[in-house]
């Protein structure tokens, strides 16, 4: 028999943001696999906003990212390819996490538009949460 569940991620960080919109406030989970890959999900959301739970690796977000045309700031559609058949939600609210942690930034005065940033400073936090051996519990 094949076993075709997914494998357990660890939760390394809690944290809460504001939606892009900022009338609603989010709570996301990142966490790591035994290869020490990052994930993130959205768990809740202050409002009434549908959005699907299932983790997302970072790799494939920076890999949607690198795909989007040059010219073409980064928003929520980026990461629809990612989330095909889910809420059309939670491209938006993955995003707003993104924003929380540092790896997009607002470009000024386009509210629903990003840049990437080169996460660096969020992947040295990461791995300090890895290697300290951080296991929140995801309630």
């Given at each position: 028999?094949?076993?075709?569940?997914?494998?357990?991620?660890r939760?390394?960080?809690k944290g809460?943001?504001?939606?892009?919109?900022?009338?609603?406030?989010?709570?996301?989970?990142?966490?790591?696999?035994?290869?020490n890959?990052?994930?993130?999900?959205?768990?809740?959301?202050?409002?009434?906003?549908?959005?699907?739970?299932?983790?997302?690796?970072?790799?494939?977000?920076?890999?949607?990212?690198?795909?989007w045309?040059?010219?073409?700031?980064?928003?929520?559609?980026t990461?629809?390819?990612?989330?095909?058949?889910?809420?059309a939600?939670?491209?938006?609210?993955i995003l707003?996490?993104?924003?929380?942690?540092?790896?997009v930034?607002?470009?000024?005065?386009?509210?629903?538009?990003?840049?990437?940033?080169?996460?660096?400073?969020?992947?040295a936090e990461?791995?300090?949460?890895?290697?300290?051996?951080?296991?929140l519990?995801?309630?």
């Amino acid at each position: 028999m094949t076993n075709t569940q997914e494998p357990t991620k660890r939760i390394i960080k809690k944290g809460t943001c504001p939606t892009l919109s900022g009338k609603e406030t989010l709570t996301y989970h990142i966490g790591c696999d035994e290869g020490n890959a990052i994930y993130f999900r959205v768990v809740a959301n202050s409002g009434n906003g549908f959005f699907n739970k299932d983790w997302l690796a970072l790799t494939d977000i920076q890999k949607c990212f690198d795909e989007w045309p040059v010219d073409s700031s980064i928003t929520s559609f980026t990461l629809w390819s990612l989330l095909k058949g889910k809420s059309a939600n939670t491209s938006a609210f993955i995003l707003a996490a993104l924003k929380e942690e540092g790896i997009v930034s607002t470009l000024k005065g386009k509210r629903r538009n990003h840049e990437y940033i080169e996460p660096v400073e969020f992947l040295a936090e990461m791995d300090k949460l890895i290697d300290a051996g951080v296991n929140l519990d995801p309630d």
